[in-house]
């Protein structure tokens, strides 16, 4: 016989922790009951009801004492790349979707698993398609996602066998659950001799897990709300944008909550800081989990994960490094009332993990108590200084787009390296080095967006305008904190002008730590950066570098490729060693001289140039040469009259 919720709960529970137990959970009984009384499928309503009450009172079953890691958060949240950075350690065994949805008893599955097998021809990786196509979905995905973990058919048929004589019935509560998707992927853990391992746990029901796992560590990854609906409106997912919302929500409540309570076992990470700062983010993680921090996971686009041959939805972008190519886009994107929505339905929850999307630059300059403050004075005195050396004017300009402005897409640096195909189309990226002029870079960005035209403004950190060099850090000044504010509100892209090799032989600071730093500095204000322009320090033609030799990835053999460099400043050497850091570790996704271009035009040293069929050494979006038309401007407003 068949009993209500409440019933149970009374029949199991007595004295006063029953008691306790009873106030825990009065609500979800109650709600249970309601259900029970008008749905025709109560036996998995009353497992999880039982479920819950038992862990209030802490009699959940454990279902193993193995230390794990589970990385949670909603669909679209960056869930399956951290799952496959961290399947990449040496030491750590994380499958993905392993969780399954309700399944059937295990002697079943292991009949259906024979029945996958004799459809897909004894072939493990196509099994749980075969099934699928044969009608049984959600039996199915289950085998799918067991192959996509790197569990071999053998393995998961021992795991069911052991099962079958622990589950006779079906696996529904979240900790039977649990017990399948635990007992499947420890049988890869014990044959690779992994230390840790797990898989995504798409629920945000924390400390029920922590009940049947007690030894667990709890990852959770939260994305911006609006890039998570238009991620869910891009992939046809049927939710609602109130109901992204309101899931969201939970699973920033619940692991804010959670992490508060048990900061040992559990962590929240933002998919932003994970992109635009994998080694900091990451090395955070592993400061929490008991195994340490491998370089190779940083590599885990080209690792031996089993992700990558499991024909996973996301394998094409699991092969690619880590990209800020999705970051930001639901506020480009999305209409104007769909993010008014967002924003209300999310904003509290938004605050606490700082995704604020109204005025950053304005509240941080507001609070810039110590910046940099550059008189009006000092601005005349710059003004001045370059006013002999304007060429040309607001017509030259209109006239050097003139060409371009009825065939040619006309698209900031950043948006073009995203594209994925350019085909036939022919666009036009264009580029303002500020240098040293801020004023008149304004002035065309204004030009440009009263036109609807959006540029790449490359922001010089040793510019006057910038701030000082203080102790390796920088006090910015309030020019910067305006120029940025305005170029961002006009719809422009920032980027940072590159000058840190020469700063570094010059004033002996750390590139590295400089260079976080101010990407830090510029994500506070809601600006990202994604991209890098080298500047051509006279420095560097001394001693015959680039600046963007800093980075391995466009460190070639042209100069001479990695090597050392070093300068004498006053009575001390200062020594580089060049080529070896990644860009992709600090969420950098260009170097502007990366970009193949048809045409491009410059005004470099004052004196206006075509150049024809200039160097890349990345294709980015452009398959064959031969197809379509990609061409640069590049400005310096130093040269210009607005």
């Known amino acids: 016989m068949l009993y209500p919720p409440a019933v149970l709960i009374h029949s199991c529970f007595s004295g006063y922790s029953g008691q306790i137990a009873l106030q825990q959970c009065g609500r979800v009984y109650s709600r249970a009951n309601e259900k029970f009384m008008s749905s025709e499928s109560s036996p998995s309503i009353i497992g999880r009801a039982s479920e819950r009450l038992r862990t209030a009172s802490g009699r959940n079953e454990i279902i193993t004492p193995d230390p794990m890691v589970l990385v949670g958060g909603m669909s679209r949240s960056g869930t399956t790349l951290l799952a496959t950075v961290l399947d990449s350690h040496p030491e750590i065994a994380c499958g993905a979707e392993l969780l399954p949805a309700e399944l059937p008893p295990p002697a079943e599955l292991l009949c259906l698993l024979d029945r996958a097998m004799e459809l897909a021809e004894g072939e493990f990786a196509n099994a749980g398609r075969a099934l699928r196509q044969d009608g049984d979905r959600p039996t199915g995905l289950f085998f799918t996602r067991c192959h996509r973990a790197g569990v071999a058919e053998g393995e998961v048929r021992d795991a069911l066998r052991e099962l079958a004589a622990e589950m ?77 919302c309101a899931s969201w929500n939970a699973y920033a409540r619940k692991y804010r909550t959670f992490c508060e309570e048990r900061p040992e076992r559990a962590m929240t990470i933002r998919y932003e800081d994970l992109v635009r700062a994998p080694r900091r983010t990451l090395g955070q993680v592993f400061e929490m989990l008991p195994v340490s921090l491998h370089q190779r996971i940083f590599a885990f686009y080209e690792s031996d994960s089993p992700i990558h041959a499991g024909a996973h939805p996301n ?159 920088y006090r910015h000044s309030d020019l910067l904190l305006e120029t940025v504010e305005r ?37 506070r204000l809601g600006v990202p950066i994604s991209g890098t322009s080298t500047h051509g320090d006279a420095l560097c033609r001394e001693l015959g570098f680039r600046n963007w030799e800093l980075f391995q990835e466009c460190c070639d053999g042209r100069f001479g490729g990695p090597r050392t460099v070093s300068y004498r400043s006053g009575q001390a050497e200062v020594q580089l060693r060049l080529g070896e850091i990644s860009m992709f570790d600090y969420g950098l996704e260009y170097e502007a001289y990366d970009i193949a271009k048809d045409y491009y035009h410059t005004e470099s040293g004052g004196i206006m140039r075509l150049r024809e069929s200039t160097f890349g050494r990345r294709p980015f979006g452009r398959a064959s040469q031969d197809k379509g038309s990609v061409c640069g401007v590049l400005t310096h407003p130093i040269w210009w009259e607005f």
């Open 168 to 244: 006779p019935g079906a696996a529904m509560t979240l900790g039977e659950r649990l017990k399948v998707a635990c007992r499947i992927v420890r049988k890869r853990a014990l044959r690779e001799g992994a230390a840790l391992y797990g898989f995504k746990y798409a629920s945000a029901s924390l400390g029920v897990a922590l009940a049947y796992l007690p030894d667990a560590y709890f990852v959770g990854i939260i994305r911006d709300p609006l890039d998570v609906v238009l991620s869910h409106q891009k992939r046809g997912f049927e939710k609602t944008v109130a109901e992204v």
């Open 487 to 523: 170029l961002c509100e006009l719809g422009h892209e920032i980027n940072f002008h590159n000058n840190l090799v020469a700063l570094t032989l010059r004033e002996g600071i750390d590139p590295v730590a400089l260079l976080e730093r101010e990407l830090a500095f510029f994500h």
């Open 315 to 473: 394998a094409e972008r699991l092969r690619m490094n880590f990209s800020t190519s999705g970051v930001g886009r639901g506020r480009e994107v999305l209409p104007v009332d769909i993010a008014q929505e967002i924003d209300a339905a999310c904003r509290v929850e938004m605050r606490h993990l700082g995704y604020d999307h109204r005025g950053w630059v304005k509240r941080v300059r507001a609070q810039s108590e110590d910046r940099v403050r550059i008189s009006k004075a000092e601005r005349f005195i710059q003004r001045q200084k370059f006013a002999s050396k304007r060429k040309f004017s607001a017509a030259d300009y209109e006239a050097l787009l003139a060409p371009y402005m009825e065939t040619h897409e006309i698209m900031p640096i950043g948006e073009y390296v995203r594209e994925a195909e350019v085909g036939d189309r022919k666009i036009l990226m264009i580029r303002h080095d500020v240098d040293h002029d801020p004023e008149t870079a304004v002035k065309i960005a204004e030009w440009e967006a009263a036109r609807g035209l959006r540029a790449t403004y490359c922001l010089l950190h040793t510019s006057w305008y910038y701030g000082r060099l203080e102790d390796g850090r």
